[in-house]
């Protein structure tokens, strides 16, 4: 059930009347919908903006997921999404999407607000491979959610022992690892 709190376009209000609302200081833009602007914002929420976007054969992953789980104060520029299910879908084409064709084990998803996303952990072991500064930078954002984290990505690519970019990600969360054992001495 999608939250009382999310107003997509055309759904309960016009997009003429969301811009009205917005100017008016009631609403606030996020992600794919609106909010009130005295929202809480949660990851249900950023979630669930996405929702017409993801729907149930999309997962959020890599910045998207940073994102959602509160890694990223701003949304990416475009969203990085995955086949969530078993079989494959036609292509999906957006300017604001990048579309990865591979599935995403289901033991590496959770389901917030309503949608489909990577854990903390495969999220942090996604972005670890890619190798821009961004992506490395969020990165290091989602390593501080949680306590151990990099620890579990690491066992994520020790049970996964042929991926692209491996040797990288994992010198990198080794790194990680290390920061984390100076901030908990």
């Given amino acids: 059930m999608p939250s009382p709190f999310l107003y997509f376009p055309d759904e309960r209000l016009s997009p003429a009347e969301l811009s009205a609302a917005c100017l008016d200081g009631h609403l606030v833009g996020l992600g794919d919908a609106y909010i009130p602007a005295d929202a809480v914002e949660t990851a249900a929420l950023r979630a669930g903006s996405l929702g017409s976007t993801l729907g149930d054969t999309l997962a959020a992953t890599h910045l998207s997921a940073a994102w959602i789980h509160g890694a990223l104060h701003e949304p990416p520029a475009r969203h990085t999404v995955q086949r969530a299910v078993a079989r494959r879908l036609h292509p999906i084409l957006g300017r604001h999407l990048v ?40 990165a290091h954002s989602v390593s501080r959610l949680q306590p151990h984290l990099a620890d579990e990505a690491l066992a994520w690519y020790l049970e996964h022992p042929r991926m692209p970019g491996k040797r990288r990600a994992i010198a990198l969360l ?11 001495r």
């Fill in 99 to 138: 579309y990865r064709d591979l599935s995403v084990d289901p033991a590496d998803l959770v389901r917030i607000g309503g949608c489909l996303v990577t854990t903390p952990a495969r999220t942090l072991a996604d972005l670890v491979r890619i190798g821009d500064l961004l992506h490395d930078r969020a």
């Fill in 174 to 184: 080794e790194q990680l690892c290390q920061g984390q054992d100076e901030v908990t």
